[in-house]
């Protein structure tokens, strides 16, 4: 599952895997380019991956990133 929020001052980019990891979910959002369409609203992008476990049915692991080297000074 891919999530877009958008806030005045940050681009949210998150990706929810199933028992793979956040990490893993974080290096799909990147390898995929899932925030590069926002990298011209001169906003700083948060890349989240989140990991759900199937079995307790909650957010078990999360891994971020903030990608603000587009911005113009």
């Not at 893993?24 to 390898?31: D, R, T």
């Amino acid at each position: 599952m891919h999530i877009s929020q958008h806030t005045q001052r940050k681009e949210h980019k998150q990706k929810c895997n199933t028992n793979r990891g956040g990490k893993i979910a974080l290096e799909q959002i990147k390898s995929n380019g899932y925030y590069k369409p926002y990298l011209l609203r001169q906003k700083a992008i948060i890349l989240l991956g989140i990991n759900f476990n199937e079995e307790s049915r909650m957010i078990d692991n999360w891994d971020y990133e903030i990608h603000e080297e587009h911005l113009e000074e």
